[in-house]
């Protein structure tokens, strides 16, 4: 256990608790749905981003929790909704909110979720602040449009590629730590490198989290390998693999993965390979890359102790499995 | 044409060309859906209660406009998610966005619109409005859950009913009136005026509207008639009409009602006999008393030529056929 997952142990109860205190005033009607959401767990990471990132530029007040928690709650908005889009019947090894709350009480969850995320942003008064979720609301719905735009596209390039993921994770993970940082009143510059390091630690996130699904049993993540494939996403490891493909089961997989018509067998064969011929490795080292950019914008930080730990947060994040 | 209605028609090609350009910079993947929504048309009422009531309290700046498209944005977005909610087909007499672009893409959308409108928002450097439309999404949403909850429900009463229209609908009616007076910068309690006004105006628009489902024939109102009640939803004419019937039709509409079996025929008897009977009449007199009520907000408002066309966009709304 590093000095971050320490760190994390000790500020998680507090999250929890603001996350609970927070949501209590919400309608018995869609309390339930949303308590779903945010007691599924998951990692807190962008609340404790935005906590170590103000603490790290010498804010040391309570405010800290409640706009971390407008940071949650506009993720777990945004996951109401893409488990909608995705189908999806697991996430966090529990069932989706959809599946069990249904897709009208779903939709309207996540825009209470939203809205009540703004609201709490709007008690600080700060029209930056505001303005900074709200924009990463935008990027995030926008990355997801784009990746529907391009499911069962085998010629997805890298960059667009790389557009969805900034888009969908990596902009909202910035938003954490660029909060953080205007919450503390940072200069300009120090602003920047807060988001310059939540960008890239969102995009290594994401391709990381892209090589779990093709790598990490159910038991561990929590839901089914291969799930992305199945929706017909197009992510890096299966880029690179296509990259790597002879013509003949090329155009096999093409066909197939076009039409959602890919056999267990062939999806099988297909995560098989992708861990065989080293793609996973290759996206993870991609990951690492970014990861070190994320790491060379703390240089414009305070040496603070949260300073430390945010670069502790990047430990080990490369080569995650869960 | 009254005078509101001049007024309208020379603001609403400022309004329309605003809700251009706010959301010409958006995502070519959102746009077509985003335009195909906010170019339907509309009455833009609530745009139009922002600019006059800020004109009516001494604000001349052209700041109106763009806070006036967040509400309209804002709004925009709900009914994007609300005809998924209601699998509605039609909308002012084009097919509704989910139809043509899907729910996935039209969630999204509805999403992008939030945040957009939130963003806009932002720029006004005012935490009280931000509070202001993010409370009256909150309300919105959840007043579309409470609805949702009571589908099929023929025990819903006259008060949980009121509850679901201003939680739906003149909670950010309400908000279109209230932004307008923060930005004017007006005194609490002219706040509070300008606030009853559209919270009275709005239940009165919806009671109306909610009348004009049983009345209006589809080439003018742009949607097929009946269409709540085939829904599922219990209105203020159908919850007059019960309080009426027979024992033993009411058990057979009830179990028609709410097995979501009623055949064209005894559709057809039930709209004919709510407007045959005067429930129809009933529930726009109800819409009349709220009028009065918003009238009376008025009296806190200065003597402004726009307070007066505030009264008149009043006038004739209780006897709208569209």
Redesign the interface.
């Known amino acids: 256990m590093n000095a971050f997952t320490q760190y994390s142990a000790k500020e998680l109860p507090r999250i929890e608790q603001c996350l609970r205190e927070r949501t209590s005033g919400?309608?018995p009607?869609?309390l339930p749905t949303v308590l779903h959401t945010i007691e599924a767990g998951g990692k807190r990471l962008r609340p404790l981003l935005t906590i170590l990132t103000a603490r790290a530029l010498g804010y040391s007040g309570d405010g800290a929790y409640p706009l971390a928690c407008s940071v949650e709650l506009l993720h777990a908005a945004?996951l109401l909704?893409d488990d909608?889009?995705d189908k999806a019947g697991i996430r966090r090894g529990k069932p989706t909110a959809h599946t069990l709350y249904g897709?009208?009480?779903t939709?309207?969850?996540?825009?209470?979720l939203?809205?009540?995320a703004?609201?709490i942003?709007?008690?600080?008064?700060?029209?930056?602040l505001?303005?900074c979720?709200?924009?990463a609301?935008?990027a995030?719905?926008?990355g997801?449009?784009?990746e529907?735009?391009h499911i069962r596209d085998v010629s997805l390039t890298l960059g667009k590629y790389l557009e969805i993921i900034t888009g969908k994770t990596a902009c909202l993970i910035q938003a954490a730590c660029q909060s953080g940082a205007l919450l503390a009143g940072a200069a300009p510059q120090v602003v920047r490198a807060a988001c310059d390091f939540g960008l890239n630690l969102g995009i290594a996130f994401q391709l990381v989290d892209d090589v779990l699904d093709y790598t990490s049993p159910q038991e561990v993540s929590g839901k089914p390998k291969g799930s992305d494939i199945r929706e017909g996403k197009l992510t890096l490891p299966l880029i690179f693999l296509l990259e790597n493909m002879p013509g003949r089961d090329k155009e096999t997989f093409t066909k197939a993965f076009k039409d959602n018509a890919l056999s267990p067998e062939l999806l099988d064969s297909i995560l098989g390979t992708v861990v065989r011929d080293g793609h996973a490795t290759r996206a993870r080292d991609m990951a690492a890359q970014y990861l070190d950019k994320a790491k060379q914008s703390l240089a414009a930080l305070p040496e603070a102790p949260e300073t430390i730990l945010l670069a502790q947060a990047l430990e080990g994040m490369a080569n995650r499995e869960k």
Chains 1, 2 share one sequence.
Not at 107 to 112: F, Q, R
Not at 121 to 128: I, K, L, Q, R, S
């Open positions: 919400l309608s009607y869609v945004t909704h909608i889009l897709t009208d009480h939709i309207l969850a996540g825009d209470v939203l809205a009540l703004n609201a942003v709007a008690e600080y008064g700060d029209p930056a505001t303005a979720l709200s924009q609301l935008l995030t719905a926008t997801e449009i784009l529907i735009a």
